[in-house]
């Protein structure tokens, strides 16, 4: 019987990439909030995490496609392409910037608070393996 680590760590790998791509994003948007005719972009976690689970989106609509080459791409972990969307502004600036500073924050603290928590759950998984290992 083979040991299979997808199976071992779950989604919570795929998870971890992704949180960690979305908060380059976010820090992106905080870095320009002051640029003018900047866009506010953002990764559609959900549909992204759902499509590493098993190729179709959160919605029931087909994956991810490439749509532009300004696409990112992500490791060979299975994820495919990540695919910026724009952020919908409430209230854009008089100069096209679409960054609410108080949007971008909230969004990055509550994604760092995600990754943390994934890799809090994936550092429990290695060290239940190190201990069935050890024998312990």
């Known amino acids: 019987?083979?040991?299979?680590?997808?199976?071992?760590f779950g989604i919570h790998a795929d998870a971890l990439l992704?949180?960690?791509?979305?908060?380059?994003?976010?820090?992106?948007?905080?870095?320009?909030?002051d640029t003018p005719n900047y866009k506010a972009r953002d990764i559609n976690f959900k549909a992204l995490l759902e499509q590493a689970r098993g190729g179709a989106?959160?919605?029931g609509g087909l994956p991810l496609e490439v749509t532009h080459a300004d696409d990112l791409q992500a490791s060979s972990s299975g994820l495919g392409r990540l695919q910026l969307l724009y952020r919908v502004p409430l209230q854009p600036s008089l100069d096209g910037n679409?960054?609410?500073t108080q949007v971008e924050e909230a969004a990055f603290a509550k994604n760092a608070v995600q990754y943390e928590a994934s890799l809090t759950f994936l550092n429990d998984r290695?060290?239940?393996?190190m201990q069935a290992l050890k024998g312990n």
């Not at 019987?1 to 071992?8: E, K, S």
């Open 98 to 100: 679409t960054v609410d």
């Open 18 to 33: 992704l949180h960690a791509k979305r908060a380059e994003v976010l820090a992106s948007n905080l870095a320009n909030a």
């Open 1 to 8: 019987m083979g040991f299979n680590l997808d199976q071992v």
């Open 126 to 129: 290695i060290h239940r393996i």
């Open 57 to 59: 989106t959160a919605d």
